[in-house]
């Protein structure tokens, strides 16, 4: 019998900002493969747990793609042995890491998984700090990026990156031609998640010039996440019911 992965965020480093599910899933776990940006404070509570842990963080010199391979291999070896494996990422998996490939690649080879967000440091490690990201008279956007990259990437990112957007609902359509009239274009994937993480969760993907009939259409009512950008396409791969069940 085939196991389970769990891909986990493990937050920004304090045990405390676990998430109950994260617990949940670390509880259920038969061997936890942990990366470099997970807490120390986390290895040690897992280590009192009585957990079998694997070491599978990357070094800043190391050829990022070969590590991943190993570790998707990994990944679908242990479950293929009917164990319940955590994949136990710093922050939040979808952030700046591989949890997306790691989920693609579960999900071309038939392997139960389940993506468990976590506390992103993107938004914590300021607010620990007294650091509001937005504010009603300072600032109503934050843009995220890498260090890895140069400035020039970060003036594109409007263009070329992911774009996130709160309470966009009732604006969608103005939104959308505003951005094919600044040059993203019209086909650019897009997708609604309304009352995300909820039981009545709804997804709806599209693109520039169309998401905004659809959601219409669809009797989009509740709270609203808009994701733009190429990433979105990912989502059609992993999230295939047949294996992408609940804790």
Not at 54 to 83: C, D, H, T, W
Not at 104 to 129: C, K, Q, R, T, W
Not at 186 to 202: F, S
Request: include cysteine; proline fraction near 5%.
């Amino acid at each position: 019998m085939v196991g389970k992965v769990y891909i986990v965020g493990a937050g920004p480093g304090d045990p405390e900002l676990l998430t109950i599910k994260a617990l949940r899933a670390i509880e259920e776990a038969d061997v936890i493969l942990y990366d470099r940006l997970v807490g120390d404070e986390i290895i040690e509570m897992l280590k009192r747990m009585g957990k079998e842990l694997i070491y599978v963080g990357k070094n800043s010199n190391e050829k990022g793609g070969n590590r991943q391979r190993e570790i998707n291999e990994m990944l679908r070896k242990l479950a293929e042995e009917g164990k319940i494996v955590v994949r136990l990422k710093g922050g939040d998996p979808f952030v700046f890491g591989r949890g997306g490939i790691e989920a693609e690649y579960l999900a071309e080879h038939g392997i139960p998984f389940e993506v468990i967000p976590g506390v992103s440091s993107i938004n914590s490690v300021p607010a620990s700090a007294g650091i509001p990201l937005t504010h009603p008279e300072l600032s109503s956007s934050i843009l995220v990026v890498t260090g890895k990259d140069g400035v020039e990437r970060w003036c594109e990112s409007i263009l070329n990156g992911t774009l996130v957007i709160l309470m966009g609902r009732n604006n969608i359509k103005e939104i959308c031609n505003n951005l094919i009239r600044a040059g993203r274009s019209p086909d650019t994937p897009i997708a609604v998640i309304e009352n995300g993480t909820l039981k009545n969760q709804r997804v709806f993907f599209g693109t520039l010039k169309n998401i905004a009939d659809i959601i219409e259409k669809e009797d989009v009512t509740g709270p609203t996440l808009i994701v733009v950008g190429e990433v979105v396409n990912v989502a059609k791969k992993i999230v295939n019911p047949k294996i992408f069940s609940s804790l």
